[in-house]
């Protein structure tokens, strides 16, 4: 996923948190914010060292970027998402992961 594609700051976190909308499955929850002046979405990663071992977490986080890479012609431009990742993602494969991130695409409207 390009640089340009991430979101990295914290200030843009806290924004993203405190200002957006929020959704949640039993997996993993979505914080999303609509900004009009941007040309394409952008995406942030939580997992919490509470769902493993740093292999564990970094296995979470390529599965989740990979997932936003194969769905991102889906997905509507002027957005910023942050995806946290909850316990039940430490025993999940890339398809699981993936299905339940489209659930959370469609339960928010963030197709398009």
């Known amino acids: 996923m ?3 594609y991430r979101i ?6 806290q924004l993203v948190f405190q200002k957006g909308a929020s ?3 039993r997996q993993l ?3 999303y914010l609509e900004k009009k002046d941007q040309q394409h ?3 942030g990663l939580s997992v919490s060292k509470k ?3 740093a292999v564990t977490r970094n296995q979470v986080k390529r599965y989740i970027r990979q997932a936003f890479i194969d769905l991102e012609n889906r997905i509507k431009d002027n957005y910023d998402i942050i995806i946290i990742a909850r316990n039940p993602v430490k025993d ?5 992961i ?3 991130m489209q659930h959370l695409f469609y339960k928010t409207e963030l197709y398009k």
């Open 41 to 43: 979405f952008r995406v």
């Open 23 to 25: 959704f949640a499955n």
């Open 51 to 53: 769902i493993g071992n």
């Open 98 to 100: 993936k299905k339940s």
């Open 8 to 13: 990295k700051k914290d200030k843009e976190f």
């Open 92 to 96: 999940m494969d890339y398809h699981e």
């Open 2 to 4: 390009k640089k340009a």
């Open 29 to 31: 929850v979505i914080y």
